[in-house]
């Protein structure tokens, strides 16, 4: 038997979990609220609520697992990409832990983590896969061979989508975290309604700073006709909004798709959690004949429960690290 503590403290999110031989017993996360008046997360605040939440959050996930501390076989930790200091203090706390009861430490890559996600419930896709990864920070399509061999075969050059998502609700002035509302909005809205440009890029590479520009000049030039625009067109304008996102990362998967000959098709991230993302997904994959994997909500954004499965993996492959080892603010797979 194979008891694995997975720590999650990348960015604002504190998250522990528990995995008893590929299984996820407990997965507990402690939310952040104090970034919601500042429109983003203020790094210096999210190190100092890592520190609060930690210890706490870590004896939940072993209460709720029913295990003893003592019963844990190695603890993993996200090492990175990340914000430093929040890295730091899971970093810092995983290594107490493992250094006091003499067992392995496990450094997990958080982007990794996202992935191998699929592999905690059933189904999970075979391998080689193609697993779009979107989150906040990073957008990516990933070649998958096996649980660490990986190969990024398309990225964005500049902004990820989902701060595109979260800078756009900043432009129509919802609160953060804005990419969710902008899902919410769009279910009601027609995402015939206004027309975003798509960029030109060649390859599998993504880009999304132009199309924020765009939306960023359309309300404003709106608005300055009838100051009342956004107030009367909210729905219909996420609904444009997304859609337009939502096509350029599929499109750009289904050439991917189309080019390497894989028909296991994954996506990964907190912009996972985005309903228009997940039904285009499961419609184009139903239109195209690929076996479509969709993780549960609670494993698109961050958490521990990722971080333990990849543990897991890697507890088995015997990659431990010394008590040397440092976060990683980037740490490409």
């Not at 769009?186 to 520009?213: H, M, N, V, Y």
């Not at 100051?227 to 096509?247: G, H, W, Y």
């Not at 499961?282 to 990722?306: H, I, K, L």
């Amino acid at each position: 038997m194979a008891i694995i503590l997975g720590i999650e403290s990348s960015c604002d999110e504190t998250s522990a979990a528990i995995c008893i031989d590929g299984k996820i017993h407990s997965n507990i996360i402690a939310d952040q609220a104090i970034h919601a008046k500042y429109g983003g997360v203020v790094p210096e605040l999210a190190s100092r609520a890592h520190q609060q939440h930690i210890i706490p959050t870590v004896e939940e996930a072993i209460q709720q697992a029913k295990i003893h501390k003592n019963s844990i076989d190695a603890v993993a930790f996200t090492r990175g990409p990340g914000l430093l200091g929040s890295l730091l203090v899971g970093t810092s706390f995983a290594k107490a832990f493992a250094l006091g009861r003499g067992i392995p430490l496990v450094a997990v890559n958080h982007m990794q983590a996202h992935i191998l996600a699929h592999f905690i419930d059933e189904p999970k896709p075979a391998f080689p896969f193609l697993c779009l990864t979107v989150s906040g920070g990073h957008t990516q399509i990933v070649l998958v061979r096996d649980y660490f061999d990986m190969e990024i075969v398309g990225q964005t050059l500049d902004d990820a989508a989902g701060e595109a998502f979260d800078k756009t609700a900043k432009i129509l002035g919802l609160p953060y975290p804005g990419g969710p509302l902008i899902d919410r909005h769009a279910r009601e809205g027609d995402a015939t309604r206004f027309a975003f440009p798509e960029p030109q890029i060649s390859g599998f590479d993504f880009s999304f700073s132009g199309l924020k520009t765009s939306i960023m000049y359309f309300v404003q030039r709106e608005t300055k006709a009838n100051p009342d625009f956004v107030t009367n067109n909210l729905a219909d304008i996420c609904a444009s909004v997304q859609e337009r996102i939502v096509t350029i990362l599929l499109n750009k998967l289904q050439k991917a798709a189309s080019t390497f000959g894989i028909d296991q098709i994954a996506i990964a991230g907190g912009v996972s959690a985005n309903s228009g993302l997940r039904d285009s997904l499961r419609a184009m994959g139903q239109q195209a004949g690929w076996s479509v994997f969709v993780p549960r909500f609670e494993y698109c954004t961050d958490n521990a429960a990722m971080i333990a499965i990849a543990g897991y993996h890697k507890f088995l492959a015997g990659q431990f690290e010394s008590q040397d080892v440092a976060p990683l603010a980037r740490w490409a797979p």
